[in-house]
C-alpha cells in the first residue's frame, strides 16, 4: 500500500491525491466502495464453482464436463423419454386398432390428427405446402380430387411406397408416354389434343381445334384417362375435365404434359417412418377434407 501520509490531500474533498499529474489535471484515489469489492468477490466464487460443477472449458476435442454431469442434451433427452412414457398408451391403443375403430374414438381421433400434423409439417410440408394446399406439380391433399384415391387403405399405400420411388419395389408405377418428345404425336396434332382437354373443363379457345382433337384422345388417351377424360385411379391419371390441374390449366401447361410428361415422385416413407407415423399421417391427410 502506498504511504498516505506523504500523499498531498485534496482541499475541497479531503481524499488523498494521485501522484501523478497529466497535463494539470490530477486525481482524487478513493478505494471502491465495499459492496462493489464484494460482489466482485461473490462473482469471482461463483465462477470458480461454475467452472467446478457445469460443463465450463472448451477444449479442441470436447470440454470440462464438470462434477454434476449436467447436459442440455440429456435434459433434452429426458424430456423426450417423459413425453413418449405420457404418450405410450395413447400409441399403443392407436397401433392395435384399424381405422374404423379410431375413427369411433374422438380422443384416439384428435392425438392421432395432432401427430400427424406434426409429422406432416416435418415431411411433406416441403412438397405438399405447410397446409396441404399442394402447389404446381405437387397435388393439393384439402380436396377430393384425387390421383390414386383417398380412402383410409388408399393413402396408407401410397404414403407406405410412395409413387414412382426409385428405391421400393411395391411403389405406385405408372407413365404417361412421352408423345411429342417421343415422336409418338406431331405438334399440330398435340395442339389440338391440348384444346381438347381444355375443352374437357370449358376452357378451349379454339373450338375446331378441339373437333380435332377429340377422335386423337379416344385413340391415344382413353386408355389411361377414361372416356370424357374422367380419369383412373388405379393407373394414377388425373381426371381432365374437371377443371382442377395438377401441372396447370392453360395450353401451354396441358400441351407441355403431352409433349413431355412429368411423371411426378412422391417418396416412399415406409423406410423412413415406422408404422404408427404412417398411420398418424393417413388419418390426417384423410382428415383435411377429401377422406372417403
Ligand atoms: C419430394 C416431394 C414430396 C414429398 C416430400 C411428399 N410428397 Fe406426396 N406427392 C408428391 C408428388 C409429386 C405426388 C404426385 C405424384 C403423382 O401421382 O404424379 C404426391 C402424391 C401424394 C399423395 C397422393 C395424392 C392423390 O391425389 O392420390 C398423397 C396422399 C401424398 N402425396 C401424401 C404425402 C405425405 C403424407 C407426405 C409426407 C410423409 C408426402 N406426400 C411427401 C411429392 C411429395
Ligand atoms: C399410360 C397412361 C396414360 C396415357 C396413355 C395418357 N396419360 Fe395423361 N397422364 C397420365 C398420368 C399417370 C398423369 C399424371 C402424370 C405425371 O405425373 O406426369 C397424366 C397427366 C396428364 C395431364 C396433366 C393433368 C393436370 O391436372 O395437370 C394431362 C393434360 C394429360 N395427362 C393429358 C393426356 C393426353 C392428352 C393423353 C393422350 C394423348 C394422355 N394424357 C395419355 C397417364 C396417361
Given at each position: 500500500?502506498?504511504?498516505?501520509?506523504?500523499?498531498?490531500?485534496?482541499?475541497?474533498?479531503?481524499?488523498?491525491?494521485?501522484?501523478?499529474?497529466?497535463?494539470?489535471?490530477r486525481?482524487?484515489?478513493?478505494?471502491?466502495?465495499?459492496?462493489?469489492?464484494?460482489?466482485?468477490?461473490a462473482?469471482?466464487?461463483?465462477?470458480?464453482?461454475?467452472?467446478?460443477?457445469?460443463?465450463?472449458?472448451?477444449f479442441i476435442?470436447?470440454?470440462?464436463?464438470g462434477l454434476?454431469?449436467y447436459?442440455?442434451?440429456?435434459?433434452?433427452?429426458?424430456?423426450?423419454?417423459?413425453?413418449?412414457?405420457?404418450q405410450g398408451?395413447?400409441?399403443?391403443?392407436?397401433?392395435?386398432l384399424d381405422y374404423?375403430?379410431?375413427?369411433g374414438?374422438?380422443?384416439?381421433?384428435?392425438?392421432?390428427?395432432?401427430?400427424?400434423?406434426?409429422?406432416?409439417?416435418?415431411?411433406?410440408?416441403?412438397?405438399?405446402?405447410a397446409?396441404?394446399?399442394?402447389q404446381?406439380?405437387?397435388?393439393n391433399?384439402?380436396?377430393?380430387?384425387?390421383?390414386?384415391?383417398?380412402?383410409?387403405?388408399?393413402?396408407?399405400?401410397?404414403?407406405?411406397?410412395?409413387?414412382?420411388?426409385?428405391?421400393?419395389?411395391?411403389?405406385?408405377?405408372?407413365?404417361?408416354?412421352?408423345?411429342?418428345k417421343?415422336?409418338f404425336l406431331?405438334?399440330?396434332?398435340?395442339?389440338?389434343?391440348?384444346?381438347?382437354?381444355l375443352?374437357?373443363?370449358?376452357?378451349?379457345?379454339?373450338?375446331?381445334?378441339?373437333?380435332?382433337?377429340?377422335?386423337?384422345?379416344?385413340?391415344?388417351?382413353?386408355?389411361?384417362?377414361?372416356?370424357?377424360?374422367?380419369g383412373?385411379?388405379?393407373?394414377?391419371?388425373?381426371?381432365?375435365?374437371?377443371?382442377?390441374?395438377?401441372?396447370?390449366?392453360?395450353?401451354?401447361?396441358?400441351?407441355?404434359?403431352?409433349?413431355?410428361?412429368?411423371?411426378?415422385?412422391?417418396?416412399?416413407?415406409?423406410?423412413?417412418?415406422?408404422?404408427?407415423?404412417?398411420?398418424?399421417?393417413?388419418?390426417?391427410?384423410?382428415?383435411?377434407?377429401g377422406?372417403?
Amino acid at each position: 500500500m502506498a504511504d498516505t501520509t506523504k500523499r498531498e490531500i485534496d482541499a475541497v474533498t479531503g481524499a488523498p491525491l494521485h501522484p501523478h499529474e497529466w497535463d494539470g489535471i490530477r486525481e482524487l484515489e478513493i478505494p471502491p466502495p465495499r459492496w462493489w469489492v464484494l460482489t466482485y468477490l461473490a462473482c469471482v466464487v461463483f465462477a470458480l464453482g461454475w467452472w467446478v460443477f457445469y460443463p465450463a472449458w472448451p477444449f479442441i476435442g470436447g470440454y470440462t464436463k464438470g462434477l454434476l454431469g449436467y447436459s442440455t442434451r440429456a435434459e433434452l433427452a429426458d424430456t423426450m423419454a417423459a413425453v413418449k412414457a405420457a404418450q405410450g398408451p395413447m400409441n399403443s391403443r392407436l397401433a392395435s386398432l384399424d381405422y374404423a375403430a379410431i375413427r369411433g374414438q374422438p380422443d384416439l381421433m384428435a392425438f392421432a390428427v395432432a401427430g400427424g400434423r406434426a409429422l406432416f409439417g416435418e415431411n411433406c410440408a416441403q412438397c405438399h405446402g405447410a397446409g396441404a394446399q399442394g402447389q404446381v406439380g405437387f397435388p393439393n391433399l384439402l380436396d377430393d380430387d384425387w390421383l390414386w384415391g383417398g380412402s383410409y387403405g388408399t393413402l396408407q399405400t401410397t404414403i407406405e411406397h410412395g409413387i414412382r420411388s426409385t428405391v421400393d419395389a411395391d411403389t405406385r408405377q405408372s407413365a404417361m408416354p412421352a408423345f411429342g418428345k417421343d415422336g409418338f404425336l406431331t405438334r399440330g396434332q398435340i395442339a389440338d389434343l391440348a384444346q381438347y382437354v381444355l375443352a374437357l373443363s370449358g376452357r378451349a379457345g379454339d373450338v375446331a381445334a378441339a373437333g380435332r382433337g377429340a377422335p386423337l384422345f379416344a385413340e391415344q388417351c382413353v386408355a389411361c384417362h377414361g372416356v370424357g377424360g374422367t380419369g383412373n385411379r388405379a393407373l394414377g391419371a388425373p381426371n381432365l375435365a374437371d377443371d382442377i390441374w395438377f401441372y396447370g390449366g392453360d395450353a401451354t401447361a396441358v400441351t407441355a404434359q403431352i409433349w413431355s410428361p412429368r411423371h411426378g415422385v412422391m417418396p416412399a416413407w415406409s423406410g423412413r417412418l415406422d408404422a404408427l407415423a404412417i398411420k398418424k399421417l393417413t388419418l390426417y391427410v384423410h382428415s383435411l377434407g377429401g377422406g372417403e
